[in-house]
């Protein structure tokens, strides 16, 4: 029995989940790090260099941006499955060697490491492989909001598991976490389907198209305004909310959760009724206004907290929506090689995001890195009028390339 169009089937289901909870396993291990790794590096030798700190935890983004096009490109000759594991293996090792780690130089080679590991092109090549298009941005939805949610735990749970196990039990757990993703990708995910009767397009031709290079315009600005915003916002937390640094979770994870709730109907309306159009370019006016209401509106913690909740409601379904509509705007035989260059542009962002937001905050003030974010939401929504949007699929035949 056949399922109708706009009602997932019980596959596609599983598939988003199993394949958010193989990013999640991963991005847990990453996350967990963050809240204390710059506490830890100060007990090794060279952890007094604030710089080197900086690159330690910079160069996972790096090398992410590095490989994340081979490992697309891979994918699409290779096979999903077959580069996901390579990856995930790599990132297990460079798990265990930042575990063994004696000294900073040490710690910057598992990062390495950690970072030559990039999947994420793989992972969501592999969901738009295994999916129709009507409920493809449903799926990188369940993927993106994992992400989001075990950032939240992250933040609640690794004060906690550092002192329990310390700095290099946190990296071992992030390698078993790994090769635990790997067992979950060989024993629930579904086998891709190989691509038939496409001819392989020239790098080139995925690099320059003008509707991709949008879209990878938008997904390098959303996650630099998220890394600049947030080399500032715990500051603000603390001085601005008097909310002391171990209890921000309290205001990061209902955010973050009640975001999910305001974005569910949000993705609804941009699938089942023909709506990415005006929910796309709403998330990122939201976006700008957010931005401009820090900028000009933060002086207390419900203020802060108001922000943060509309900053993750828009992020979050940007997030969703942007690698959907990349999956769907690519040629077929180029779909890795389209999000590989898609997820460079993500880990280039990251980094330059706080590069620049720590930059702009030491020479002119938290303010001004919340002016410059509002000026690049607002910019990217210029660029984002003159997009093409896939047209809705209407089947379960799969129609690449349609533009309204």
Known sequence: MSVPSDRMSPEERRVGASLASIFALRMLGLFLILPVFSVYAKTLPGGDDLALIGFALGAYGLTQAVFQ??????????????VIVFGLIVFALGSFVAAWAPDMTWIIVGRVLQGAGAISAAVTALAADL????????????????????????????????????????????????????VLL????????????????????????RDLLRLNLGIFTLHLIQMAMFVVIPHALIQEGGLPAAAHWQVYLPAVLVSFAVMVPA???????????????????????????????????WALALWLLLFFVAFNVLEATLPSLVSRTAPPSAKGAALGVYNTTQAIGLFLGGTLGGAIAQHFGDNAVFAV???????????????????????????????E
Request: include cysteine; hydrophobic fraction near 55%.
């Open 69 to 82: 096009i081979p490992y697309g490109v891979a994918s699409d000759y290779f096979g999903r499955k077959q």
């Open 131 to 182: 999916t129709r298009e009507e409920h493809r941005t449903k799926v990188m939805a369940m993927i993106g909001s994992s992400i989001g949610l075990v950032f939240a735990l992250s933040l609640v749970g690794a004060p906690l598991l550092y002192g329990w196990i310390g700095m290099g039990g946190l990296f071992i757990l992030t390698g078993v976490l790994a090769l635990a993703a790997i």
């Open 186 to 209: 060989l024993k629930a995910v579904p086998a891709a389907p190989q691509p038939a009767g496409h001819v392989k397009l020239p790098l080139r031709r995925v690099l320059f198209d």
């Open 267 to 301: 993705i609804i309306a941009a699938e089942r009724k023909d709506k990415m159009r005006p929910v796309f370019r709403g998330a990122i006016a939201l976006l700008a206004v957010v931005q401009l209401g820090l900028c000009l509106m933060h002086g207390s913690l």
């Open 373 to 403: 974010c509002t000026v690049l939401a607002l910019l990217w929504l210029m660029v984002a009028g003159s997009m093409n949007f896939p047209l809705r699929a209407t089947s379960t035949a799969a129609k690449p390339n349609l533009q």
